[in-house]
């Protein structure tokens, strides 16, 4: 939200523009018109990967706007026990230490179910506060508020960054099982 250069928002309002234009270039038989108008659209399709993006780090996301947040603890700790779990598993089949593999079956479920809670309740904080920001943000523009309006977007920019960073882990889950 702290520009428009990446909300999807404006890339599909672009992109809808493009077309209009690409398609009245070829009504009227004008090729710099449609040119100009599919070159808009390839724009718009790139604002609105862009708009989709988030680096993480470690349990930090970033993304372009300049958000940042961080990992809910419960979503460290799970892929944590996870780990722990599933060597304790491995060691345990190995050895044939029956109890051992059980305990890390265990802890590698328990892990997953604490992770994906850790999942929901980033993603949950993260749509709240990029709803919220944009309210404040509204808010503020109608008052003139400008200080209100800057913690609106960085509000706006955390939230998509949590969100950003759960769906960055969800698509990277599903790509390794995918594999």
Avoid: C
Avoid at 55 to 74: F, L, M, N, R, Y
Avoid at 89 to 111: C, D, P, S, T
Avoid at 156 to 169: I, P, S, Y
């Amino acid at each position: 939200m702290s520009t428009n250069e990446t909300s999807t928002g404006q890339s599909y309002l672009d992109k809808a523009v493009g077309a209009v234009q690409s398609g009245i270039g070829s009504l009227t038989g004008n090729t710099a018109d449609k040119a100009q108008g599919e070159a808009r659209k390839d724009v718009a399709d790139q604002k609105h990967d862009l708009s989709h993006t988030a680096a993480k780090a470690g349990p930090i996301s970033v993304t372009p706007e300049g958000g940042i947040a961080k990992d809910s603890p419960d979503r460290t700790s799970g892929a944590w026990n996870q780990n722990v779990g599933a060597a304790k598993e491995a060691v345990g089949g190995f050895l044939g230490a029956e109890g051992l593999k059980q305990e890390g079956i265990r802890q590698n479920k328990e892990g997953k179910g604490q992770e994906a809670a850790g999942q929901v309740n980033d993603l949950g904080k993260g749509i709240g506060d990029r709803v919220g920001g944009n309210i404040g943000a509204a808010v503020a523009g109608i008052t003139g508020n400008e200080a209100q309006k800057e913690e609106a977007r960085r509000q706006h920019d955390e939230g998509k960054a949590r969100q950003r960073g759960v769906e960055a882990d969800l698509q990277k889950r599903a790509e390794a099982e995918g594999a």
